[in-house]
């Protein structure tokens, strides 16, 4: 994805270079940090959920950054009940982030139940750095992978660089 499937792709300039060596644990350089903002928007035609063949799902959104130790964060949008063919949220998430360049982006939709573990309906992960800003609409896979179109989400992504 990072380079339309040929070619090499370089590792991130933090961890190129021998003169950054970068330490994780201590303060990250202010050139690096970002502000990640993810609005869930909506949902689309989303499975039905393992165990209520019958009904529709009530799904919630968890968006999770996973990279540095500081980067490392998840949130998650209100459930709707009966929504799974189009579920509408609207809410927006804002991530602070040490090293964007490490961080990899995952977006889990699941099915709220009180009674029971929620199931997962679906998921998308790609590497920060290969997400593009504005309108997005992702197609979500199964959780070996699998294609679940027409299942997808609609986001508004946007990866700022803090003022001050």
């Known amino acids: ?14 961890i190129r270079k021998d003169y950054l060596k970068i330490d994780t644990s201590k303060a990250i350089p202010a050139k690096y940090k970002r502000t990640l903002t993810v609005k869930v928007i909506s949902s689309f035609q989303l499975p039905s959920p393992s165990e209520k063949k019958t009904s529709s799902a009530d799904p919630y959104v968890k968006v999770q950054i996973c990279g540095i130790p500081a980067d490392t964060a998840e949130q998650r949008t209100e459930w709707k009940r009966n929504s799974g063919f189009h579920a509408v949220w609207n809410e927006e998430m804002t991530f602070p982030l040490a090293l964007p360049d490490l961080a990899m982006l995952r977006f889990e939709v699941k099915d709220h139940d009180s009674m029971t573990a ?4 679906g998921q ?3 590497p920060l750095d290969s997400v593009k800003q504005g309108y997005r609409h992702i197609h979500l896979l199964d959780k070996r992978g699998g294609d679940l179109s027409p299942a997808s989400l609609l ?8 003022s001050g």
């Not at 994805?1 to 933090?14: D, F, I, S």
């Open 1 to 14: 994805r990072q380079n339309g499937g040929c070619g090499y792709v370089l590792k991130p300039e933090a």
């Open 118 to 121: 929620s199931d997962m309906l």
């Open 124 to 126: 998308f992960a790609l």
């Open 155 to 162: 986001v508004h992504i946007s990866l700022q660089t803090p």
